[in-house]
């Protein structure tokens, strides 16, 4: 079974800011099929509450923060606070995942595959 990992990415920093970059199969271990972002969240907000079947993604912290937990099947946890725009999280299939958010969080992810209803497990006694 594949594990999350927390992934740096590569940055440029110099007094104009920071400019972080990736490419598919080299700094994210899929190629992107799909890329959806998440503003105007309010504080503490929490979303997710499903696993994805054969979804990967890697979710991205742009600003703020974002409390991520994942459980297995197996019941592994793996808990990160996502608060750096260089740093992005994988998320394997069936991992269930939670995320809290900060209110300024601005959240990046990167899908393998296109969108698709049926790759979700929302009941939690599914899976
Ligand atoms: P969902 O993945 O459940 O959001 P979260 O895990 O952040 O709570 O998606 C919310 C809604 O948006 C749901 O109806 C599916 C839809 N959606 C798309 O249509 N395309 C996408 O790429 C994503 C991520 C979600």
Redesign the pocket.
Known sequence: MKKPILLEFQSKIDVRGNLSFLEELKDVPFEIK?V?W?TNIPEQQV????AHKTDQQVIICLKGRVQVLLESKAQDLFEVELNESNQGLYIPPMWWGK?VFSQDALLL?L?SEE?S?ED?IRERDKF
């Not at 979303?47 to 499903?50: A, I, K, L, Q």
């Open positions: 799909r959806y998440i979303r997710g509450g499903h995320m992810g899908s969108f209803e979700y």
